[in-house]
Structures are given as C-alpha cells and as structure tokens.
C-alpha cells in the first residue's frame, strides 16, 4: 500500500468530517493495482437484483440457459420495478462469504487479509477518527452497460457499519460512461458525484443516501470495484 503523507491524511480527515465521503487516490502500488484489476476480471460473478422485497443471486449459467426472449423479460421487468422501488442490477463476486466458508483462492484470501490487516484498518480509523473500526468485508462489483443502483443508505441493523468503501479498479472511464457515485442532497440536487478513478478508494459515512448511477450503453468498459463495508464486531 502505498503511504498516504501527514498532509493528505489532514486534508482527507476533514473533507471527511465536513461531507462525510472522501477519495484517496493511488491507494495502491500502481502495479498491484493492475494485478488486482487483472484478477477481478476473471472472477466468476452472479448477477445480483431484487425480485419483492428479497435479494436475489443469479448464476451466470442459469442467465446463460435462458432463451433471449426470456432474458429480455427479465431485464424489462429489473428495469420497471426501479421506476419506483429500490433496486439494483450489477455482477458480484462475494469474496467475504467465500473467504468465510473456505471456499476462495488464495489471491482472494490474500486481498482478504490485507483488508482486514492492521496496515489498512489502521489507515481507515485514523483517516476517518472511527477508532471503532474492526473488520471490512468485501465484494467484486461489476456494473457492465445498463447497470445501476438506486439510492438508499447502506444502514443494515445488527452490521456495525460505520463506513463504505469504493476501491475502483477500471484503468480509465469517462464521466459520460455513466456508474457515477452520486451522493443526493437534501433539495432533490446531486450534492457531489465521485467517477471511479483507477486506484482511487472512496469513503463514504454510513448512512448516507448515495445511489450509481446507470452505465450508459456506450460505455466503452465494465466499472470493476471491490467494495464493502468497515465494521465493528
């Protein structure tokens, strides 16, 4: 990881304090950056919705055993319930569930120790004055063209989260490809959008009405991240 000056941490403590979402950029060696985006991209994603009230996960075999006028219903159906509902459509990896049940490769086991390593989780309480902060978990998203994430908060009771974390990995996005963290103001504007930046993690205080917005079908990429939560026990 790379060191984050006395100067920058100051500037990101009270950028935090003010807004309560921040940026760190070059978070990570260039190299391992790249690495790391290499890997996420071969990684064996569901595509993850809500159907009711209930998430639902689906397996990219089940996706790919659907006729084409089945897979457009469903996606015609993803689309209107998001007109007034909370919804969401985007590929995952959950990394944290597999490194829990003992089911992930060791390159994942080793993102998921230096994630929850006293160089990392040490850097978050200082820049964030969370000194509470125990544990993050984590997941690959990737939101292709047409994916989105309508707004809400990230609160979940019983999880002890008290920040989220965007540690985006596409190499290069334009701000009209869409997938931008946008933050809602209290007057119905977007107070302040984050793009995602290679190698740059955003901090957001938890719970703060944020939704990502939809990817255009222009989109010449996937907006590729891990993403998750720092928690107490």
């Known amino acids: 990881m790379n060191a984050v000056s006395p100067e920058r941490r ?38 993850v919705t809500r159907r009711g009230t209930g998430h639902v996960d689906l397996p990219s075999a ?7 006028e089945q897979k457009r219903g469903l996606a015609e ?22 490194v829990q049940d003992g089911h992930a490769d060791a390159p994942w086991r080793d993102l998921a120790a230096f994630l929850n390593g006293e160089e990392f989780l040490g850097l978050m309480r ?29 609160h979940a009771e019983g999880k002890n989260r008290y920040f989220a974390y965007v540690l985006n990995l596409t190499p290069s996005w334009r701000i009209d490809w869409g997938g931008l963290l946008a933050f809602h103001g209290d007057d119905g504007n977007v107070a302040e959008a984050f793009t995602p930046r290679f190698n740059t993690l955003n901090l957001l205080r ?23 939560w720092l928690r107490g026990r």
């Open 10 to 47: 100051a500037a990101i403590r009270q950028r935090l304090q003010r807004t309560g979402r921040a940026q760190v950029e070059g978070i990570l060696a260039e190299p391992t950056a790249a690495a790391l985006h290499h890997l996420a991209r071969e990684a064996d994603y569901n595509v």
């Open 62 to 68: 089940w996706l790919a055993s659907l006729q084409p």
């Open 77 to 98: 159906a993803i689309q209107k319930s998001a007109t007034a509902d909370f919804q969401y459509l985007y590929d995952n990896y959950p990394v944290f569930d597999l």
């Open 126 to 154: 200082d820049l964030t004055g969370e000194d509470r902060i125990a544990l993050a978990d984590m997941q690959v998203t990737r939101f292709r063209a047409g994916h989105f994430l309508t707004e809400h908060d990230d």
């Open 206 to 228: 938890v719970p703060a009405p944020h939704s990502v917005t939809q990817v255009a079908l222009s989109a010449g990429g996937d907006r590729i991240s891990i993403t998750g």
